[in-house]
Protein backbone atom coordinates (compact mmCIF):
# COMPACT_ATOMS: atom_id res chain seq x y z
CA UNK A 1 0.00 0.00 0.00
CA UNK A 2 2.75 2.32 0.26
CA UNK A 3 4.13 2.52 -3.25
CA UNK A 4 0.18 3.15 -4.15
CA UNK A 5 0.16 5.95 -1.25
CA UNK A 6 3.35 7.47 -3.43
CA UNK A 7 1.94 7.06 -6.78
CA UNK A 8 -1.15 9.00 -5.45
CA UNK A 9 0.73 11.31 -4.47
CA UNK A 10 2.89 11.56 -7.58
CA UNK A 11 -0.62 11.75 -9.66
CA UNK A 12 -1.72 14.44 -7.72
CA UNK A 13 1.28 16.55 -7.70
CA UNK A 14 1.15 15.98 -11.86
CA UNK A 15 -2.29 17.30 -11.96
CA UNK A 16 -1.33 20.25 -9.85
CA UNK A 17 1.44 20.83 -11.66
CA UNK A 18 -1.14 21.15 -14.90
CA UNK A 19 -3.19 23.34 -13.15
CA UNK A 20 -0.59 25.68 -11.85
CA UNK A 21 0.81 26.16 -15.06
CA UNK A 22 -2.90 26.69 -16.66
CA UNK A 23 -3.58 29.02 -13.75
CA UNK A 24 -0.41 30.89 -14.39
CA UNK A 25 -1.19 31.32 -18.43
CA UNK A 26 -5.02 32.57 -17.08
CA UNK A 27 -2.96 35.52 -14.87
CA UNK A 28 -1.34 36.13 -18.09
CA UNK A 29 -4.33 36.14 -20.02
CA UNK A 30 -5.73 38.47 -17.12
CA UNK A 31 -3.18 41.01 -17.24
CA UNK A 32 -3.63 41.37 -21.09
CA UNK A 33 -7.06 41.53 -20.89
CA UNK A 34 -6.84 44.44 -18.49
CA UNK A 35 -4.26 46.14 -20.82
CA UNK A 36 -6.48 46.09 -23.40
CA UNK A 37 -9.84 47.16 -21.56
CA UNK A 38 -7.99 50.53 -21.47
CA UNK A 39 -6.49 50.14 -24.38
CA UNK A 40 -7.69 48.29 -27.58
CA UNK A 41 -10.90 47.13 -26.31
CA UNK A 42 -11.92 45.33 -29.76
CA UNK A 43 -9.14 42.76 -28.92
CA UNK A 44 -11.45 41.54 -25.96
CA UNK A 45 -13.17 38.57 -28.07
CA UNK A 46 -9.70 37.24 -28.92
CA UNK A 47 -8.84 36.79 -24.81
CA UNK A 48 -11.86 36.33 -24.02
CA UNK A 49 -11.67 32.56 -26.08
CA UNK A 50 -8.61 32.06 -24.95
CA UNK A 51 -9.45 32.42 -20.94
CA UNK A 52 -12.53 30.25 -21.79
CA UNK A 53 -9.69 27.34 -23.29
CA UNK A 54 -7.71 27.81 -20.23
CA UNK A 55 -11.10 27.73 -17.88
CA UNK A 56 -12.02 24.46 -19.57
CA UNK A 57 -8.66 22.60 -19.24
CA UNK A 58 -8.65 24.20 -15.56
CA UNK A 59 -12.23 22.21 -14.80
CA UNK A 60 -11.08 18.89 -16.44
CA UNK A 61 -8.16 18.79 -14.40
CA UNK A 62 -10.28 19.67 -11.13
CA UNK A 63 -12.19 16.79 -12.10
CA UNK A 64 -9.21 14.65 -12.41
CA UNK A 65 -8.03 16.21 -9.07
CA UNK A 66 -11.45 15.60 -7.03
CA UNK A 67 -11.77 12.02 -8.47
CA UNK A 68 -7.97 10.96 -7.35
CA UNK A 69 -8.68 11.83 -3.92
CA UNK A 70 -12.08 10.21 -4.24
CA UNK A 71 -10.43 7.13 -4.78
CA UNK A 72 -7.91 7.33 -1.73
CA UNK A 73 -11.21 8.03 0.47
CA UNK A 74 -10.31 11.67 0.75
CA UNK A 75 -13.20 14.35 0.51
CA UNK A 76 -12.83 16.94 -1.96
CA UNK A 77 -12.14 19.74 -1.02
CA UNK A 78 -9.25 21.85 0.94
CA UNK A 79 -9.79 19.48 3.99
CA UNK A 80 -9.51 16.47 2.10
CA UNK A 81 -6.68 17.46 -0.11
CA UNK A 82 -4.85 18.63 3.40
CA UNK A 83 -5.44 15.33 4.98
CA UNK A 84 -4.60 13.51 1.65
CA UNK A 85 -0.86 15.45 2.13
CA UNK A 86 -0.38 14.24 5.17
CA UNK A 87 -1.81 10.13 4.69
CA UNK A 88 0.63 9.87 1.44
CA UNK A 89 3.43 10.06 3.70
CA UNK A 90 5.51 13.27 1.38
CA UNK A 91 4.20 16.53 2.69
CA UNK A 92 6.38 19.09 2.09
CA UNK A 93 6.57 19.23 -1.97
CA UNK A 94 2.66 18.54 -2.60
CA UNK A 95 1.89 20.57 0.19
CA UNK A 96 4.21 23.71 -1.96
CA UNK A 97 2.35 22.76 -4.87
CA UNK A 98 -1.29 23.32 -3.13
CA UNK A 99 -0.27 26.21 -1.29
CA UNK A 100 1.36 27.39 -4.68
CA UNK A 101 -1.95 26.47 -6.61
CA UNK A 102 -4.29 27.82 -4.34
CA UNK A 103 -2.23 31.40 -4.66
CA UNK A 104 -2.86 31.31 -8.50
CA UNK A 105 -6.21 30.62 -8.36
CA UNK A 106 -6.83 33.81 -5.35
CA UNK A 107 -4.84 35.83 -8.26
CA UNK A 108 -6.97 34.91 -10.96
CA UNK A 109 -10.27 35.90 -9.28
CA UNK A 110 -8.90 39.37 -8.17
CA UNK A 111 -7.68 40.02 -11.88
CA UNK A 112 -10.83 38.52 -12.85
CA UNK A 113 -13.03 41.18 -10.71
CA UNK A 114 -11.04 43.85 -11.40
CA UNK A 115 -11.06 43.47 -15.26
CA UNK A 116 -15.09 43.01 -14.71
CA UNK A 117 -15.27 46.26 -12.98
CA UNK A 118 -13.05 48.24 -15.45
CA UNK A 119 -15.62 46.51 -17.95
CA UNK A 120 -18.50 47.33 -16.37
CA UNK A 121 -17.08 51.27 -15.64
CA UNK A 122 -16.17 51.01 -19.40
CA UNK A 123 -19.60 50.14 -20.70
CA UNK A 124 -21.23 52.43 -18.33
CA UNK A 125 -19.18 55.64 -19.39
CA UNK A 126 -19.77 54.86 -23.40
CA UNK A 127 -23.36 54.51 -22.47
CA UNK A 128 -23.72 57.77 -20.99
CA UNK A 129 -22.06 59.17 -23.80
CA UNK A 130 -24.16 57.66 -26.17
CA UNK A 131 -27.08 59.40 -24.34
CA UNK A 132 -25.64 62.85 -24.63
CA UNK A 133 -25.21 62.78 -28.40
CA UNK A 134 -28.72 61.23 -28.96
CA UNK A 135 -30.00 63.89 -26.68
CA UNK A 136 -32.02 61.50 -24.72
CA UNK A 137 -33.35 62.91 -21.62
CA UNK A 138 -31.05 62.36 -18.80
CA UNK A 139 -31.45 60.37 -15.48
CA UNK A 140 -29.35 60.75 -12.22
CA UNK A 141 -27.16 57.55 -12.34
CA UNK A 142 -25.63 56.55 -9.25
CA UNK A 143 -23.10 54.17 -9.10
CA UNK A 144 -21.61 52.51 -5.73
CA UNK A 145 -18.20 51.52 -4.19
CA UNK A 146 -18.18 48.49 -6.89
CA UNK A 147 -18.57 50.61 -9.71
CA UNK A 148 -21.99 49.00 -10.78
CA UNK A 149 -25.00 51.35 -11.78
CA UNK A 150 -28.07 51.90 -9.02
CA UNK A 151 -31.45 53.08 -9.93
CA UNK A 152 -31.12 54.92 -5.69
CA UNK A 153 -28.60 56.70 -4.35
CA UNK A 154 -26.54 55.05 -1.54
CA UNK A 155 -24.70 56.05 1.13
CA UNK A 156 -21.12 56.64 0.32
CA UNK A 157 -21.64 56.11 -3.55
CA UNK A 158 -21.24 58.98 -6.06
CA UNK A 159 -24.29 60.55 -7.67
CA UNK A 160 -23.23 61.67 -11.42
CA UNK A 161 -26.30 63.50 -13.39
CA UNK A 162 -25.81 63.05 -17.03
Not at 66 to 86: P, V
Request: one cysteine or more; proline letters at 2%.
Amino acid sequence: MPDNKQQLAIDLGAIIELQSSHLEQMLELLKKEHYQISKDPETLTSIAVEKHKQVQFIEQQTVQHNKLLQQAGFTADQSGMKNFIHWCGSPHKLMIQWETLLNKIEKCQENNLRNGMLVEMSHNRLTQIADIFQGEEKQTRTYNQSGKNDSAHIPGSVSIKA
